[in-house]
């Protein structure tokens, strides 16, 4: 949108100057970045800021030719890669929030990277010994869209929505977010690039509906479910594949080609450009001349069939996450990323979802378009100015409970903005202190998350085991960036931090992690049975202990060695790697003591009750008390004060 400040000179008051300002969507693409405004008309439109063209492509070469110093984006830039690969960055947002120890970094590219960095950042080496991080790189791909836009339509930008994938994480969203600082531009809001392209399509009217979004791009393919109820968007299901797109098309037509006669890196550059442009003619035409050859568009399609097929297995996963099937309750398929132009990408679309996808808007374009709109939505005063759009979390956030256990808080695919609270207790007598461990991932143990962040809430009373009552709430705001707060319920003493992890995850390790929690649910749900098995029997053994210290005399010799047999037995059994077996020791030294446990728990009262302190009182609270209360407040396991 647009508005429109007078410049009053003081004094004279009189217009000195009208200058406008205006906020734009930025869709800042693996491949390609475009710009799109909503002018007066109420209408988004790309902007040209390209040799004529509204996509930028995301390149940006360091200059090794040219003025020290000089950086070139674009097209001109991309001109270049074949020349000075290490010194101009394609697809930078592959590295975005990702940290030089992530071994998919080192995998992914022709890249010098600087040495001797921390492992927080990835630095690129490029020309005359220049580091640069991830960041700078977009930001620099940030600063030309900004530029080229404000020269183009004679206005400053200050404000822009940027869009992200649906799947990208905390470090990803951060790493965007200061790209956009660090080019001089307020980030209103990230928005999911699905949910741009609804808004595009100007779904955000209808009163409900699902839809998916279908987005093949030049390197990655994302497909994601929304749903609207009454105008609120959510993200139901997201899901991927990072590694596939239209560069795959080219690389495999190349291969085609060239058949397998000997190659230099030189000409294979070259076949995949042609090929690339081939396949882009034949698009329109039926067929077309490449490398000499004439290949039809039947040719074509053959050779990439297998690559579009890939898409299908993330597309049912994502309908079954959301809560559907290919044949039911889909209201839509939005086509969105240059590759979606091919016909057998369409027809694989439409075949797998039943459906005549949405086409109508420029799918290179509708993402920016959408982003626009929520620019205007975010500054207007019009009454959509509150529109929700709503996202999901991509992988489940949790706590490190005792025994390495992953307790969830928010759940995979939950709707973002969300908060959730649970409460915890101390599992020592008189722990003053709690370790927080925020994890994320799909998995039961601690081990096989992701770990994000840990803090200390010092300061609890020293209370029994198990009185302590600590909330912890997990607040995930609608950009997806995390906050994390402990608060000792008694004191009122809290703690929080906002998760900054040092690199992120790709939507390949998040795919990883899903489908190894998914092979390993069983092995998982055993394992955690036995450690929460484990910590309980620790723990009633311990209360067990104290008890018979403290009030043994209300025991017959019998009850005594029967309660005393029962705990043998538990012990023994804590080392075996069966549950069942366990938990049936637990039950029968719980029965066998039952009696004890409310003998104790009459003279706490009596004593109470002849004026003794409260404290006493609770000292005395005898084991099988302690369990109900544990059971009442569901988790009881947190950290011994080390
Ligand atoms: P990204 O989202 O990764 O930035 P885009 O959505 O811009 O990528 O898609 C770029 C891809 O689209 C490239 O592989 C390009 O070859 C392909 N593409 C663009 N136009 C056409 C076309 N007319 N026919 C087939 N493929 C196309
Ligand atoms: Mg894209």
Do not use: W
Not at 259 to 282: F, M, Q, T, W, Y
Not at 458 to 487: H, K, M, N, Y
Not at 567 to 588: F, G, N, S, Y
Request: charge should be negative; aromatic fraction near 4%.
């Amino acid at each position: 949108m647009t508005a429109l400040f007078e410049i009053a000179e003081p004094g004279n008051g009189r217009i000195k100057e009208a200058c406008q300002t205006a906020a734009v969507g930025i869709d800042l693409g693996t491949t390609n970045s475009l710009v799109a405004i909503v002018l007066g008309d109420g209408r988004p439109q790309a902007v040209s800021i390209d040799e004529g063209s509204t996509l930028l492509p995301s390149v940006v070469h360091y200059g090794a030719s040219g003025e020290p110093g000089s950086v070139i984006v674009g097209r001109a830039a991309r001109r270049l890669a074949a020349q000075f690969p290490s010194d101009t960055i394609v697809s930078v947002k592959r590295f975005m929030g990702r940290g030089s120890a992530d071994p998919e970094t080192l995998r992914l590219s022709p890249y010098k990277f600087a040495s001797g960095d921390s492992g927080s950042v990835v630095r690129f080496e490029v020309a005359r010994g220049r580091k640069v991080n991830p960041v700078e790189v977009s930001a620099e791909i940030l600063r030309a869209l900004r530029s080229r836009a404000e020269e183009r339509l004679g206005i400053k930008i200050q404000q822009a929505v940027i869009t992200v994938p649906a799947y990208f994480d905390d470090a990803q969203r951060q790493a965007t977010k200061e790209a956009g600082r660090l080019a001089g531009i307020e980030v209103l809001r990230l928005l999911n690039e699905p949910t741009a392209a609804a808004l595009a399509y100007g779904l955000d009217k209808k009163s409900f509906g699902t839809f998916a979004v279908y987005d093949l791009g030049g390197g990655t393919f994302d497909i994601s479910i929304l749903k609207l109820v009454e105008g609120v968007f959510e993200v139901k299901a997201v899901g991927g594949d990072s590694a596939l797109g239209g560069d795959d098309f080219d690389r495999a037509l190349a291969t085609l080609l060239l058949g397998h006669a000997a190659r230099d890196p030189r000409s294979v550059r070259i076949a995949i450009d042609e090929a690339k442009a081939g396949k882009e003619r034949l698009t329109t035409e039926a067929q077309t001349q490449v490398l000499g050859r004439t290949l039809t568009r039947a040719q074509l399609e053959e050779v990439i069939r297998p690559l579009i097929e890939r898409t299908g297995p993330a597309c049912r996963r994502a309908l079954k996450d959301a809560g559907l099937t290919t044949n039911n309750k889909l209201d839509g398929v939005i086509l969105v990323g240059g590759s979606t132009r091919v016909p057998a990408v369409r027809a694989f679309v439409r075949e797998l979802f039943g459906l005549e996808p949405l086409a109508d808007i420029d799918p290179d374009e509708v993402v920016a378009l959408g982003a626009a709109v929520q620019a205007d939505l975010l500054t207007s005063d019009s009454p959509q100015h509150d529109v929700l759009l709503l996202d999901v979390a991509p992988l489940s956030l949790g706590l490190e409970t005792m025994g390495g256990l992953a307790e969830k808080l928010v759940q995979r695919n939950t709707t973002i903005p969300t908060n959730a609270t649970q409460e915890f207790t101390t599992f020592a007598d008189g722990q003053t202190g709690m370790d927080i461990h925020v994890v994320q991932g799909e998995r039961e143990l601690v081990q096989d998350c992701r770990s994000l962040a840990r803090f200390t809430l010092g300061g609890i009373p020293p209370l029994p085991a198990g009185l302590a009552r600590v909330a912890v709430t997990f607040q995930v705001d609608a950009d997806g960036i995390l906050s994390v707060t402990a608060r000792e319920q008694l004191t009122g003493v809290s703690q929080s931090i906002t998760v900054k992890p040092s690199h992120g995850l790709t939507d390949d390790e998040i795919e990883r992690m899903l489908l190894s929690s998914i092979e390993n649910a069983e092995a998982d749900v055993q394992a955690r049975m036995l450690i929460d098995n484990r910590v309980e029997a620790q723990r009633i053994l311990k209360a067990t202990e104290t008890q018979l210290d403290a009030n043994g005399d209300l025991l017959s010799n019998q009850e005594r060695s029967t309660i005393e047999a029962g705990m043998a037995d538990l012990r023994a059994r804590m080392a075996l790697t069966d549950h069942h077996a366990i938990k049936d020791a637990i039950d029968r030294l719980d029965h066998d003591s039952a009696e004890f446990a409310k003998r104790v728990m009459d003279r706490g009262i009596d004593r109470a009750l002849k004026g003794r302190s409260v404290g006493e009182f609770e000292g005395e609270v005898g084991a099988h008390a302690a369990k109900a209360y544990s059971a009442h407040v569901e988790q009881t396991t947190l950290y011994e004060d080390k």
